[in-house]
């Protein structure tokens, strides 16, 4: 979120809710990043983003409000991801290691996103996740 300080005109972006960054952003610069909000196009569509907006009772039809939102969700998604995929490896989890180098006739491990990963790495963004008890 961008917040704006009364006293000295600043802009400051602010980190896990709390926390303000020592740099204070400009108006310009303010102005021109939003500029360029209109030539990215985002991973996450711009129609699946405004429906989820509007369903959370935000009706815009700016898109720049659109695609700040949608690149703060793909932000968000990527860093669970990542803090998914380093539980895997400190779990020890072959599957956050690629196959030898020298061994060129074995297969390269993939990735997969299990519960056991994902669980701490939302619990470190504030999102609990429970497993259910048994499975039919």
Same mark, same amino acid.
């Given at each position: ?65 659109? #695609?700040?939102? !949608?690149?703060?969700?793909? %932000? ?14 400190? #779990?020890g ?12 006739? !074995?297969?390269?491990? %993939? ?7 994902l ?10 996740? %429970? %497993? ?5």
């Amino acid at each position: 979120a961008v917040v704006s300080t009364q006293s000295t005109g600043h802009y400051y972006i602010t980190n896990n809710l709390s926390k303000v960054m020592n740099q204070p952003i400009s108006g310009d610069e303010l102005l021109n990043f939003f500029k360029t909000l209109d030539d990215y196009s985002p991973t996450l569509p711009d129609s699946l983003t405004a429906h989820y907006l509007s369903q959370a009772g935000l009706h815009t039809s700016d898109p720049r409000i659109i #695609r700040l939102v !949608s690149l703060a969700a793909q %932000k968000f998604i990527t860093e669970v991801a990542s803090d998914a995929l380093t539980h895997s490896q400190m #779990r020890g989890n072959p599957a956050g290691s690629s196959g030898s180098a020298g061994n060129k006739k !074995s297969k390269e491990k %993939k990735n997969c996103l299990r519960m056991e990963d994902l669980q701490p790495a939302l619990a470190d963004m504030g999102i609990q996740v %429970k %497993k259910p008890a048994y499975y039919m």
